[in-house]
């Protein structure tokens, strides 16, 4: 290791440990001012308009961002902007939340004064608790003394992590008090790989079911796998359950006499399955565990009721695997 390499990690270490203490900080400062932002944007009929300049304009984004995807809707709002015609998106019923380390930033007067005229609430954030902005806000949360990790005090650092921090603490309070589920979040992020990975099983199972009952003859069987394009069929008894399964494995085992036999005879019993409601990750894990490239999707109230089937190719095409 040269000695450029540790002088870096050393500072990358030094940055990295103070802005962690900061965060320590923030944890400890926070109390009423917070529970009463998550009020207030709860009480909220609109959206969450959130605002900042700068290094705070690009945090600001984010945290809309996050709260929009967690059931809470918001929308940022350029300061600059906002002066030139885009007031006009932040009306009654919405709630801004405004970022600013100083307090003092000359481009948010206009959008804190339109707030103040049209009695919108709003949540202030800075680092000096005398500021403009704390002093016009109607909740102000006040972010604990902790020093830029630049060591000059200039560039926002630990300041903007703390205001990430407090955003995600904000949206994940508002979404733990609305209930929101998995299901809720894969509605708003149906693309990508984080939506593949919120797929359930009944998003990508097929109906179109082989099956054959367990008296029938193996050359039914046959069929049955040849017409379904899936290597398998499920075996079934007199109720319609499914019992088993016969795959190319089973069809390899039973070679001698095979067209002479019956499907019960060759099949794999307690074949491995998923309910419909499963992600289908979870059924993509089931699949390499047990080396299998199919699923039967079964009826949970019943264990056996066979309402689909569901391959690994389909996993893969979904972007799952």
Do not use: W, Y
Request: charged share 15%; aromatic share 2%.
């Amino acid at each position: 290791m040269t000695s450029s390499t540790t002088d870096f990690l050393t500072t990358a270490r030094r940055v990295v440990t103070q802005e962690a203490a900061a965060l320590t900080l923030l944890s400890a400062s926070l109390g009423d001012t917070f529970a009463q932002a998550v009020d207030l944007i709860l009480a909220a009929k609109g959206r969450v308009i959130v605002c900042g300049m700068g290094k705070s304009g690009h945090i600001a984004r984010k945290i809309a961002s996050t709260l929009a995807s967690t059931g809470t809707p918001a929308q940022f709002v350029h300061p600059a902007e906002a002066s030139h015609g885009d007031l006009g998106m932040v009306t009654e019923g919405d709630v801004a939340l405004v970022l600013s380390k100083s307090g003092e930033t000359p481009e948010l007067a206009d959008i804190i004064a339109h707030t103040r005229r049209f009695n919108i609430p709003l949540i202030g954030v800075a680092s000096r608790a005398g500021s403009s902005l704390m002093r016009q806000c109607d909740v102000a949360i006040l972010l604990p003394e902790a020093p830029e990790a630049c060591g000059t005090g200039i560039v926002p650092t630990t300041s903007t992590t703390m205001t990430l921090a407090l955003g995600d603490a904000l949206a994940i309070a508002l979404m733990e008090h609305r209930a929101f589920t998995p299901e809720h979040f894969r509605m708003f992020h149906p693309g990508g790989k984080l939506g593949a990975k919120l797929l359930k099983v009944r998003d990508l199972m097929h109906t179109n079911l082989p099956l054959t009952r367990d008296t029938s003859p193996m050359s039914e069987a046959l069929l049955s796998i040849s017409r379904s394009g899936f290597g398998v069929t499920g075996i079934t008894d007199a109720t319609g359950g499914l019992i088993g399964i016969v795959t190319d494995g089973d069809l390899r085992r039973h070679m001698d006499g095979l067209l002479g036999m019956t499907a019960g005879a060759v099949m794999t019993r307690a074949p491995r399955t998923v309910p419909p409601d499963a992600l289908a990750e979870k059924a993509l894990a089931v699949m390499n565990d047990h080396k299998i490239t199919c699923l039967f999707v079964v009826d949970p109230t019943t264990g056996n009721g066979a309402l689909g089937i569901l391959h690994i190719h389909d996993l893969l095409r979904a972007g799952v695997a």
